[in-house]
Structure formats: structure tokens, C-alpha cells
């Protein structure tokens, strides 16, 4: 066979045995006894992969997985079970290995060398999507800010010959965070559920306690297959206490207003089918790869399509607090920093976005905006200009600065951490939005829900900010910034699928609408 087409018939995955008149122009064999074989460098570069050549250059052109010591075939066995870990089954040649698998000792060396090289090229696709995911983030998303987590893909393979430590290497390429490894467990558990065969519900309007609707017999369907009904439950028209209870925990799983009623979100999240919850769970996977692995013994940790901020201090959540976020058209960024300051009475510049699309169409049309809302306009030499001066039609040479107090968009105190979108954490004028189930509602920063006493505990410092000192600053209305001594780091992160500590399955509404997409790319 031509090496050519060879090697063509390699690369779109028709693996198949050279000629030995051809191979033996290539390679020779040095150890049969051992199945070790020596691989001429111009047969590996014909591949066109750089990370091939470097791997075989630093394992002296020798082949890597032919020795019978147990390690590949825990590596085969490995590549097996990579839906376990949200991977694509059908990326990774699973049934070509197999099919020179078992008949290795019996296959001369042009077909060794090919089943070597086979495999290392699916073992260094599973490292780099075990490591950093598939996908980078940064080619989807315009507002990610994380640094890929950079392995180095041939090292590991060299590490995986060593049979006694393969397996914890291969744990350690992935995260190690609680919420990656029971997502892990999530999917495993889903994967072991029938199949979803009820049909997609329909009603109008909502249900009540104690009413009869024709709806709540594929309702207890779809609750008594995600086990929050007894299977032995009665299967009538009766939305009974039984059901109800059953609701109002499903309800909560899904981060709805657990009150029990069966209106449009809840019949939303039923509808969802295990195959639509499996590829929500496998997006996830993939997002947890793209986040740092250490995040730091001290930090704060916002998780926006589940509208809260954890407080984790060495392993042990601290502070929970509610949170209002990005707008579909405004999206919090995902990011990963470390706070400088945190800012008592701080002063809001308005940022270009809000002043193009919300301020200057209404400071035109309202004479009194500006004074109503304590918004001064300051010149490119800061001299402070009146409305009547203001020139509209040239909005962008000035700056708009709204000055401390209750009505100010950043409330009594801001956290600033370094990032390149000009974003922080903080307090907000708007207190009714945390009554709200769903509070996708900012233009980009994070509000908190009732946010001193958080700043007091990272203040960290009780004879200098007690809260009555904090309290004392905030009513004298002087901005007033205060540096942290301790390193606390701030994770602004996005997932919808988790296993809460019941281990029961939680899921949010994709806010963004990120989960469909991602899904769609790993399965390209």
C-alpha cells in the first residue's frame, strides 16, 4: 500500500495494516519478546501532528504501549468508561483499539506499531479534554475571562507507563472540586434511569391545591420518575397533599418560588426529559474543566443562574447571600480575581453602556434627571457642567459621576477586584429586586442582598470596622475606601446542574441560554 494512502486512510479513521514491504521501509523491531519497536521518524511526521512527533521523539521513537504489564489495558479500559466523564464515545476510536486488542499477539509489527500510535493519539485527546475541556471557552463567549489550564499532555503520557500511579494521575487531571465530582456521580446515576417515555405536558393557566385537572396524572408521571413521588403513588386527577408536597420539593431543586402552585416554570422544568437533563449535566462537565482548580483557601464564589454568593473559607461555607445579576443583554462576565478595596459611600461613574442605552435618552427627554438622581457632569478639564450647558448630541465628552447616598445605583458600599470589564460587587438602591425568584436583572455587576455585614467579616478587623464604625462612615456620607489585608479571592462562575448534599438533583434555568450550544459543540 502506498504510505500515502496510508496514511490518508489513518487520518479519516480507517485504520488498517500497511503491507510488510512498505512498514519495513519504516520501522524495524528491536525487542519482538518485549514488543518494543523502534518507529522511523519520517513514518510519524507523515501525520502532520506535532504533539505525535514530540511525544515519540521523547520516548526515543519507541513504542509506548506494547509492553504487557497491565497498563494499557487499564488505559483501554479507561477510554471505555470517558462517558462517565461527559466525554464523546465516538471521538476516541473505541472500537478499532478493541479490534486490535484482542488479537495483539498475534499481529505482526506494521500492525503493533499502528495500534501504538492510535492509541496515543486518543490517550492525548482524552488528557486534553480531561484537563481543560474540548471547547475553549474564549472562541464562544465574549464576556469569559479564565486562564486555560495548561497541561502538558506528553509528560502525562510518559507518566501513564508507570503501571503503579496511572490511575491517581488519571484522577488528578480533572477537578477535584465536590461539585464537579457529584455532577460526575449525577450523570452516572441519570444514565441508569429509563428512558423518558412521558409525552410533554399541556395545560393553560395553573393548578391549585385540591383541584382536579386532567394534567396531574402525567404530572405524577413525571414526579414519581424523578422520585419525588412514591412509585406506589395513586395515578388520578386529584392534586392531593401528597402531590403537593411533592411540587413544592421539585420546586426546589429547580430554584422555582416553592409555593406549591403548577403554573408555566414549573411545567417548564417538568417537561424536561432525561435526555435533555443528561445534556445539560454533560455541559456542565465541560464548563468545571474550564475553571481554575485551585480557587483559594479564602473566597467568594457567585454561581449566576443559581442568584447566590457562597462565603468559603478553608472547605467550610461561611456566608450565603442572595444576589441579583447580568441581563440576557448584559451578562455578568465569568471571571476569576482576587478583591484590592472595599469602597464605603462610594461614588458611581456611569459606565458607557447605561449611559448610551438608558441615561442620555432619558436625560433628554426629563429636564430634572440629572438633580433628581445626584448625577453631576463633569468636562474633559473636570470642570462641573449644568444641564443647561449639557450638549446631548455630544453625550461622550463628558463624564457623569452620581454621588454617595441611598439612591445611588452602588448603594453604601462597593468590592472592587481587578478585571477588564469594569465590574464589582455591590449594595444596590434597588432592595425590593431580592424579593424576586428570578433576578437576572443588573447591567452586568453583582448586587447583594443586604451586603455589611459581608464586608464587615472581610474587613476583618473589629476595633477598626465593627459594624457601628462601618454604619458611622456610611451615615457621614464621605467615600471612604479601606484596602484587605488577606488575599480573598472572587470566582464569578455559571452552572445549572449540581447534586446538592441529599444527593438529589438540582438544576437551574439556563439564564444565558449557554447549556444547548455548548452541548451541540462537544458532540461535533
Known amino acids: 500500500m502506498n504510505k500515502l494512502l496510508f496514511l490518508n486512510l489513518f487520518v479519516v479513521g480507517l485504520v488498517g495494516f500497511a503491507s510488510n514491504r512498505s512498514q519495513a521501509q519504516i520501522f524495524h523491531s528491536i525487542a519482538n519478546r518485549e514488543k518494543i519497536l523502534i518507529i522511523d521518524t519520517l513514518f510519524i511526521k507523515q501525520f502532520q501532528n506535532e504533539l505525535l512527533t514530540s511525544f515519540y521523539s521523547l520516548n526515543q521513537n519507541k513504542t509506548a504501549w506494547l509492553n504487557d504489564n497491565g497498563t494499557r489495558r487499564f488505559l483501554l479500559h479507561t477510554l471505555n468508561l470517558c462517558e462517565n466523564e461527559g466525554l ?16 495483539i499477539d ?46 502538558d499532555t506528553n509528560a502525562q ?18 477537578p477535584n472540586h465536590l461539585v464537579y465530582r457529584r455532577l460526575k456521580t449525577a450523570l452516572q446515576r441519570l444514565n441508569s434511569f429509563p428512558e423518558d417515555t412521558i409525552n410533554c405536558i399541556e395545560m393553560l393557566g395553573c393548578i391549585n391545591r385540591n383541584e382536579v385537572h386532567r394534567a396531574i396524572i402525567p404530572i405524577k408521571r413525571k414526579l414519581m420518575y424523578w422520585k419525588d413521588l412514591p412509585a406506589a403513588t395513586v395515578l388520578d386527577s386529584s392534586y392531593n397533599e ?72 478553608s472547605n467550610d461555607t461561611i456566608v450565603i447571600k442572595s444576589i441579583v445579576v447580568g441581563t440576557v443583554a448584559r451578562r455578568t462576565p465569568i471571571l476569576s480575581s482576587t478583591f484590592s478595596m472595599i469602597v464605603l459611600n462610594p461614588t458611581w461613574t456611569v459606565p458607557p453602556t447605561i449611559l448610551e442605552e438608558d441615561l442620555v435618552p432619558s436625560a433628554t427627554k426629563k429636564g430634572d434627571y440629572f438633580s433628581t438622581r445626584n448625577i453631576s457632569i463633569y468636562d474633559a478639564k473636570n470642570n462641573v457642567i449644568s444641564r443647561r450647558n449639557w450638549n446631548a448630541a455630544k453625550y461622550k ?15 453604601n458600599v462597593k468590592f472592587n477586584f481587578p478585571n477588564k470589564f469594569s465590574v464589582y460587587l455591590h449594595d444596590t438602591n434597588h432592595r425590593d429586586y431580592f424579593v424576586r425568584t428570578f433576578r437576572s436583572l443588573s447591567s452586568g455587576c453583582v448586587r447583594i442582598e443586604n451586603p ?23 451615615a457621614s456620607r464621605k467615600t471612604t ?44
Open 88 to 103: 464523546n464515545a465516538e471521538e476516541f476510536s473505541l472500537q478499532k483499539l478493541q479490534a486490535f486488542e484482542v488479537k
Open 242 to 313: 401528597e402531590t403537593f408536597i411533592a411540587i413544592k420539593k421539585f420546586q426546589m431543586r429547580h430554584g422555582l418560588l416553592a409555593d406549591g402552585v403548577i403554573g408555566s416554570r414549573t411545567l417548564e422544568a417538568l417537561n424536561f426529559s432525561k435526555n435533555r437533563r443528561r445534556e445539560q449535566i454533560i455541559a456542565n462537565l465541560e464548563r468545571w474543566k474550564w475553571f481554575p482548580r485551585n480557587l483559594g483557601d479564602y473566597y467568594l464564589i457567585v454561581n449566576i443562574p443559581e442568584y447566590n454568593l457562597k462565603v468559603i473559607k
Open 452 to 474: 455589611l455585614p459581608l464586608a464587615m467579616y472581610m474587613l476583618n478587623d473589629s476595633k477598626r470596622w465593627s459594624m457601628e464604625k462601618i454604619c458611622e462612615v456610611i
Open 106 to 151: 498475534s499481529l505482526p509489527d506494521d500492525a503493533l506499531i499502528n495500534y501504538d500510535v492510535l492509541l496515543t493519539l486518543q490517550l492525548q485527546k482524552y488528557v486534553g479534554q480531561m484537563s481543560h475541556g474540548k471547547i475553549d471557552p474564549k472562541t464562544l463567549y465574549r464576556d469569559w475571562d479564565l486562564k486555560i489550564n495548561v497541561v
Open 157 to 174: 503520557l510518559l507518566s501513564f507507563q508507570n503501571k503503579d500511579s496511572v490511575s491517581k494521575k488519571i484522577n488528578n487531571l480533572q
Open 481 to 524: 475606601v479601606v484596602a484587605l489585608k488577606q488575599n480573598i479571592n472572587i470566582h464569578q462562575w455559571y452552572w445549572t446542574a449540581w447534586m446538592n448534599n441529599e444527593q438529589q438533583f438540582e438544576f437551574r434555568s439556563d439564564i444565558y441560554n449557554l447549556d444547548e450550544e455548548l452541548y451541540e459543540k462537544l458532540r461535533k
Open 397 to 411: 465628552n463628558y463624564r457623569y459621576v452620581q454621588s454617595p447616598g441611598d439612591d445611588n445605583s452602588l448603594g
